[in-house]
């Protein structure tokens, strides 16, 4: 008996060990990394590769874009330039200068009515710069957005300057979706390749599988509820949201979200939640995120001519929900709602 | 056949239905948990299919946090010291995938389980 036992002791190791090596190739683990910056949360799960240090790293990198663009950090090169309003051109980074460069440009698309981040002085205005919420008055409004627009800003090589003393510029409406796209580079040459990296970003989300071209899953948040709305499919790319539900404050029952209209000076009011899906390319994030906004401060007739403007350019698709809570999408993407067969 | 080769046969389907079992047990769907995170380390679980009212008091980055379970399969923050109180106001926690977060306090809330077969939710 005892010749019997050791053979089938072996076996059973061996197969054991067979079957632990197969399982644990066939799936790595995932790690899931919790980071809090810019006033939001930072979740990154990767699945392979030195995950672990990956997602040191993507913090790291969202950290620099911080220290970069943050509208309160003593050392930020948004906090130089506009404490040079009014003064005089200030040397920045070429990175810096590119996502300026990048943002004027999307600006453009709607010629500066429903996106500019120069409209911060009027953000200001409303409390969403230190949180103290208060309704402003109409004439404080407009003599705010008299100075409050992109034209005060003169971008001349690596310089940029704010030409009234009181204009201010603030990136916090592009700087989490440029975060996407310094994480997007990184992980395009790291070595060894993970095989999966979601980046969930306040909610703005970087699904990477490299060449895996695996098939996303992506739920959208119902504006007025925790569940999910439905949900759409996609390969890599990069999903920005832009909603009024975030960040907002109530007074005699009216909701005033943060994402200010340019053209008006008061909280965009049109819609709940824009979804804005684009293509891994460099600054899609970045773009996407400030479209977010140009769809949300936009009505129907206007997304739909605007996305026509901007489609083939990386956007993939948009899912809206307006302000009476109708779901529509632009774009050959496919939205299932949450109960449909 | 002799008697030794039948043993070992069965002692393989054995050895492997083994394997089988312990690969699933490792890997089974949790019920629906809530996992309680302060700066990224899980300072605490909750079973959320339990029908007891669970209070759990915990310290964030900023202070003290109250959060309860109601026995229904919600967790929600009912007090918190941050100054913006939007953690105490975000509709309660009770899917795969829902959170609340406190920022103030590098607190996050996760419902865990799985069943949605979502990725990401884009918010």
Redesign the interface.
Known sequence: MRKVIAPIVALMVAGAGLAAFFVLRASPEPVTSTYFLMDTVLTVKTTGGDAAAINEHLHALASDVDSMTSYYKAESETVRVNTAAGKGPVSVSPEYGALVKAAVAVEAIDHGRTFDIAISPVSSLWGFTTKDFRVPAAKEISDTLAYSHSDQLVISGNTVQLRDHRARIDLGGIAKGYSLDVMEEYLHSVKPQPRQVIVDFGGDLLLYSGGRKHDWKIGIRDPRGQEIIGYVRSGDAFVATSGDYERYFERDGKRYCHIIDPSTGYPGTLNQSVTVITDIQPMHGAIGDALGKIFFCSPAETQRSLFQTVQGQGIIGAILVDATGTQSTLGPITFVPTGAP | MKR?DR??GV??LV??A??VVF?IVIHRTPGTLAVV?V??KVVATVDLTSHEVQTLRITGVLGPLVIVADGKGSIRVTAATC??QICVH??????P??QV?C?PN?M?ITIEGEG????????
């Open positions: 030794s043993i070992t002692v393989i050895a492997v083994l394997v690969w995170q700066d990224g100054p913006d975000t509709i309660p926690a009770r899917s995938g829902d977060i920022v590098h996050v949605t077969g979502i990725d990401a939710v884009a918010q």
